[in-house]
T-cell receptor, first 111, second 117 residues
Framework: GNSVTQMEGPVTLSEEAFLTINCTYT??????LFWYVQYPGEGLQLLLK?????DKGSNKGFEATYRKETTSFHLEKGSVQVSDSAVYFC??????????FGAGTRLFVKA | DTEVTQTPKHLVMGMTNKKSLKCEQH?????MYWYKQKAKKPPELMFV???????INESVPSRFSPECPNSSLLNLHLHALQPEDSALYLC????????????????FGEGSRLTVL
């Protein structure tokens, strides 16, 4: 079946550090891939997406590239800020209204 | 600002109460969802409505009763809940793409935090 595996958190970084959150997936067919972010006390927001192999999604300084050969969609940011502290969910969608979410990775950024 | 609005933001209810959660979107989306999220966990799908018809019920107990009065509104009626039902309830919507295909991109509300005493 379809699944998403994310690196376990929490991840603690100092401001301006480089961020990588690993995400790998298993899917039949050709999934669309997403990163959602959940700030404290809020719902999830779409951060970025990619719908086919080699697509790069980007938003707010975050990037992720859809790598079919390694079934990965790692999230990166060159310089994190305190305001990036949140929980990040990797997700895939292959149709039928069902999105498969990873377990989530909590990020803490220290000033 | 989120374009999916949920009310109330917080709800405390006893096990014998009847209450409702409400969700509204005005993006013209034709698929609407209820998710349940426990602390430090990803959202779990409960129900999906597509074009105002119930498409998916993920074997949710009957004490949760969804309703979609029109394409912009989604309700979740709650009755005789248990303390373990305490969670954040998230409403989401998604846009139908060309040919009726769902793009998979979900637009979430901020959630209703439910506490069952």
């Amino acid at each position: 079946g379809n699944s998403v595996t994310q690196m376990e958190g929490p991840v603690t970084l100092s401001e301006e550090a480089f961020l990588t959150i690993n995400c790998t997936y298993t899917a039949t067919g050709y999934p669309s891939l997403f990163w959602y972010v959940q700030y404290p006390g809020e719902g999830l927001q779409l951060l970025l997406k990619a719908t086919k192999a080699d697509d790069k999604g980007s938003n707010k300084g975050f990037e992720a590239t859809y790598r079919k050969e390694t079934t990965s969609f790692h999230l990166e940011k060159g310089s994190v800020q305190v305001s990036d502290s949140a929980v990040y969910f990797c997700a895939l969608y292959t149709g039928g209204f069902k999105t498969i979410f990873g377990a989530g990775t909590r990020l803490f950024v220290k000033a | 600002d989120t374009e999916v609005t949920q009310t109330p933001k917080h709800l405390v209810m006893g096990m014998t109460n009847k209450k409702s959660l409400k969700c509204e979107q005005h993006m013209g989306h034709r698929a609407m969802y209820w998710y349940k999220q426990k602390a430090k966990k990803p959202p779990e799908l409960m129900f999906v409505y597509s074009y105002e018809k119930l498409s998916i019920n993920e074997s949710v107990p009957s004490r949760f009763s969804p309703e979609c009065p029109n394409s912009s509104l989604l309700n979740l009626h709650l009755h005789a809940l248990q303390p373990e039902d305490s969670a954040l309830y998230l409403c989401a919507s998604s846009q139908e793409g060309r040919g009726g295909a769902n793009t998979g991109e979900l637009f979430f509300g901020e959630g209703s935090r439910l506490t069952v005493l």
